[in-house]
């Protein structure tokens, strides 16, 4: 079923019903991700939703940067791709491009296992999915994130391998996911050999446990 969202940043926006969580046609999802997301996305700025599912951040992301600024959504399980399609036609949305691919550290392909919320990369896959690199994106002619938010269930090492030049011009957001503690660290280990500093969605406290964090331009 289609209905508007009720409440929060994609308020008024059409959702169907049964795609990600019942939080996001609620409009609660997240809030505290949603609230970063406000504070930190200009219109007219490129943004990268790096596992976009049903596109609630695709939606997000593409009200905050205009109509002057462009949203690249990359997701590469069916089910997801047909939904986030489906919200991006839905609500007219002339500033989003759908990628399904999956971000990793090459191109090419890679095993795929699990649906909706839960796909992910792995050896295992029952199937195969097609893989890019942030760095290779850029290097195909598309313009370089402002912002990224990066949600792929693990497999965010391997994006950050595949995006030496975006880090090293140490000019874009990168808002993540991480899952754990340990991927966190290896994460944000990587990224502060490139400057960054690091906050929890407040801006200020550090990032807990569960790995989310923020990662900012400038020195550590």
């Not at 994106?137 to 950050?160: H, T, Y």
Request: aromatic residues 8%.
């Amino acid at each position: 079923m289609v209905v508007r969202v009720k409440t929060g940043i994609n308020q008024g926006k059409l959702w169907v019903t049964g795609t990600g969580t019942n939080g996001c046609w609620i409009g609660t999802y997240e809030e505290d991700h949603t609230a970063a997301l406000k504070r930190l996305v200009r219109p007219g700025m490129v943004a990268y939703d790096v596992g976009a599912n049903a596109g609630y951040y695709t939606l997000a992301l593409s009200k905050l940067v205009g109509e002057s600024g462009h949203v690249y959504s990359f997701e590469p399980e069916v089910r997801n791709a047909y939904a986030l399609q489906r919200h991006i036609h839905l609500n007219a949305l002339r500033n989003v491009t759908l990628v399904q691919a999956a971000v990793s550290d090459k191109v090419g392909m890679a095993g795929f296992e699990g649906m909706c919320e839960t796909a992910k990369i792995s050896t295992n896959g029952a199937y195969q999915v097609p893989t890019i690199s942030l760095d290779e994106f850029i290097a195909l002619g598309n313009p370089a994130p402002a912002f990224i938010k990066v949600d792929i269930e693990g497999a965010e090492r391997s994006a950050i391998k595949g995006a030496t030049s975006i880090l090293s011009r140490r000019e874009t957001i990168w808002m993540m996911a991480t899952h754990s503690e340990l991927l966190r660290d290896e994460c944000r280990a990587v990224m502060a050999g490139y400057g960054y500093r690091f906050t929890g969605f407040d801006g200020e406290r550090e990032a807990g446990v569960e790995g989310d964090f923020l990662a900012l331009p400038g020195q550590s």
